[in-house]
């Protein structure tokens, strides 16, 4: 019985093994994430007999063709949590951190919990590409708001309000016409010191070139609400340059963001469970993506606690003799991204108030008892949760019992 630790870094690796009494076979050395080198200490672990396990931790990306190589050369690899590491100790009251420690303190965790490691298989490319697009949604969406509320900030120098003239819905390709609008019309100047008429005239052609419909009691509002400001910036080309450059950023984020809203959805809609998850109340086609994205096949984990564990809407536990902590936060171990998305769909059921839906009733009986707002929400997630864990899970044990779940 062999263990072997790898502690991943960024490009390289540090190798040791160990057998049961703290017999070490492969004294720690550092190996590089070239394919050459993975497949050379995929023989070298080979070498060293059957019974031989691979352990590492989970380390963002770094980790992965580590993982892929060993497992395509028929190597039992177990990804693990840091923190079930971290947790465990090294059997010492010394703290020490080194790459070389932790190459043997994995091995011994390893060999200390041999009976209970899960062996990794790797994400389908649909996937694992489906929460690559998840997160670069996020990344924009949070780069979109950011620069939109940075653009607002400078129009109240130069044209107060002017994004709330339009209540035009964004376009397919991401534009929006009160962006579109301040980029040619960035100062209320450019519309106030000209005449009425004149604007109607210019803001005609504008609506043509930039494919807007034209009203012609719009380009009246327009031109009214543009006078009666102070601006605190001149009209010049020092402004013009701030608040065009500040526009064109927030459009072609929000071009990118589009691209990748479609491809997302395009995605989800490959997956088996699609239909399952955006038909449940609350959930949308972006949300449900998202959804399907960070929880991946439903089947790997064993019952609903470990779903719901996963996500870190599970109450910690604090306990100690006669002592009994009566309220617990939620643990917050798993993915701040499926988090953020339950939020979503929580908050979704709060604002629409569906009396006849389950986790309705769950999260306003827990209003109606007083508890505070983030509880009864997380508490409504973790219902909206196990709700979710049966019926995906269902409908794939049902429907395609012949794929294999991966291990989680």
């Avoid at 995929?42 to 892929?68: C, F, K, Q, S, W």
């Avoid at 947790?87 to 200390?112: P, T």
């Avoid at 108030?353 to 306003?364: I, N, R």
């Amino acid at each position: 019985m062999n263990a072997v630790g790898i502690d991943i870094s960024k490009g390289k690796c540090m190798v040791a093994a160990m057998r049961p009494f703290g017999e070490v076979t492969l004294t720690p050395h550092e190996v590089t994430h070239s394919y050459a080198n993975l497949e050379k200490l995929g023989y070298d672990i080979i070498g060293l007999g059957e019974n031989t396990r691979v352990i590492m931790e989970a380390t963002g990306r770094y980790h992965e063709p580590v993982a892929a190589v060993l497992h395509e050369m028929g190597i039992y690899v177990c990804v693990l949590n840091p923190i079930v590491i971290k947790q465990s100790g090294a059997g010492s009251v010394r703290k020490v951190k080194s790459d070389k420690k932790d190459a043997l303190k994995i091995a011994k965790y390893g060999i200390d919990n041999w009976t209970t490691l899960r062996q990794y298989t790797p994400t389908d490319a649909v996937r694992q590409q489906l929460k690559l697009f998840s997160r670069q949604y996020n990344l924009y969406m949070k780069t979109s708001v950011a620069l939109q509320n940075n653009l607002i900030a400078l129009l109240d120098k130069t044209f107060p309000g002017a994004n709330t003239i339009f209540d035009s819905p964004t376009r397919a390709d991401g534009h929006q016409k009160w962006v579109d609008f301040i980029t040619s019309f960035w100062h209320c100047d450019c519309i106030c010191r000209v005449s009425q008429n004149a604007f109607t005239e210019r803001y005609q052609k504008w609506c043509k070139r930039k494919g807007y419909n034209f009203s012609e009691s719009k380009a009246e509002d327009v031109y009214i609400s543009s006078a009666g400001h102070f601006p605190t910036l001149p009209k010049n080309a020092n402004t013009k340059l701030l608040i065009t450059s500040a526009a064109a950023e927030l459009s072609a984020v929000r071009e990118g963001l589009m691209t990748i809203k479609a491809e997302v959805i395009r995605l989800a809609k490959q997956l088996p469970e699609y239909d399952i998850v955006i038909g449940m109340y609350g959930v949308g086609e972006i949300t449900g993506s998202q959804l399907m994205a960070e929880l991946g096949d439903v089947r790997r984990f064993n019952n609903r606690k470990s779903i719901v564990a996963f996500a870190g809407i599970d109450p910690e536990v604090s306990q100690s003799g006669s002592y009994q902590r009566v309220s617990n936060p939620s643990s917050k171990r798993g993915s701040p991204h499926l988090r953020k998305t339950l939020f979503q769909v929580m908050d979704t059921y709060l604002k629409r108030s569906p009396e006849d839906e389950p986790v309705y009733q769950f999260l306003d009986k827990k209003r109606a008892e007083g508890k505070p707002y983030y509880v009864y929400m997380t508490a409504a997630a973790n219902k909206f949760l196990r709700i979710y864990y049966a019926r995906v899970k269902e409908h794939l044990n049902k429907h395609y019992p012949e794929q294999d779940p991966p291990e989680l």
